[in-house]
């Protein structure tokens, strides 16, 4: 199955600086690749995802990027606020959503 | 529109009882997904249904068991609980399953302490 993890547990950036939250996966058949957002007391709220087939997606404030080389996938937040402190999951799966495997989590702190 | 709920929000069992957690998807949503989240953990697969069949499987033992009814909404059932199986339950809904590439919505879960 896939096995995906996170470098850092947890991250603190200023209030207005770019984060970047990486994750590593081990699945070669991962096609499929989803960034969650976890507010305390919540269930994780989706972000961003990208197929294999693609090495970039940007939204709104949010990219995530994928290296098939070294099975590295990041998410880059701009400007972080206030609102973006949460846990961020990043997450694989292969053959769409039937079996969404999930990594540790990166707890992302931000100082106003 | 009300997005995927959950019931009950909390609940505390003894070890060796029964517990039978309840969700709601997205009116239109055709598919349900069962995580348990262990504290300090990410999200791990349980099931995913769809059309009321079972779609996918995690690596979780028989005492976990699901089922999704007519109008889409979803049980999952342990039994014989273990103090193990203390963590928060999280619901999340598609538009579809299987194969495709849909969207999932979750629930706020419902946290689970069994002692």
């Known amino acids: 199955g896939e096995n995906v993890g996170l470098h850092l547990p947890t991250l603190s950036v200023q209030e207005g600086d770019n984060s970047i939250i990486n994750c590593a996966y081990s699945?070669?058949?991962?096609?499929?690749f989803i960034w969650y957002k976890q507010e305390s007391g919540k269930g994780p709220q989706f972000i961003i995802d990208?197929?294999?087939?693609?090495d970039k997606r940007q939204g709104q404030r949010v990219t995530v990027l994928l290296n098939k080389t070294v099975k590295h996938l990041s998410l880059q937040i701009a400007a972080t606020q206030p609102g973006d402190s949460a846990v961020y999951f990043c997450?694989?799966?292969?053959?769409?959503?039937?079996?969404?495997?999930f990594g540790i989590g990166t707890k992302l702190q931000v100082i106003p | 529109d009300a997005g995927v709920t959950q019931s009950p929000t909390h609940l505390i069992k003894t070890r060796g009882q029964h517990v039978t957690l309840r969700c709601s998807p997205i009116?239109?949503?055709?598919?349900v997904s069962w995580y348990q989240q262990v504290l300090g953990q990410g999200p791990q697969f349980i099931f995913q249904y769809y059309e009321k069949e079972e779609r996918g499987r995690g690596n979780f033992p028989d005492r976990f068991s699901a089922r999704q009814f007519p109008n889409y909404s979803s049980e999952l059932n342990v039994n014989a609980l273990l103090l193990g199986d203390s963590a928060l339950y999280l619901c999340a809904s598609s538009l579809r399953g299987g194969q495709g590439l849909y969207e999932q919505y979750f629930g706020p879960g419902t946290r689970l302490t069994v002692t």
């Open positions: 009116s239109g949503h055709k598919s």
């Open positions: 997450a694989g799966s292969s053959g769409g959503y039937q079996k969404v495997t």
């Open positions: 990208i197929r294999s087939n693609m």
């Open positions: 699945n070669s058949a991962s096609d499929y």
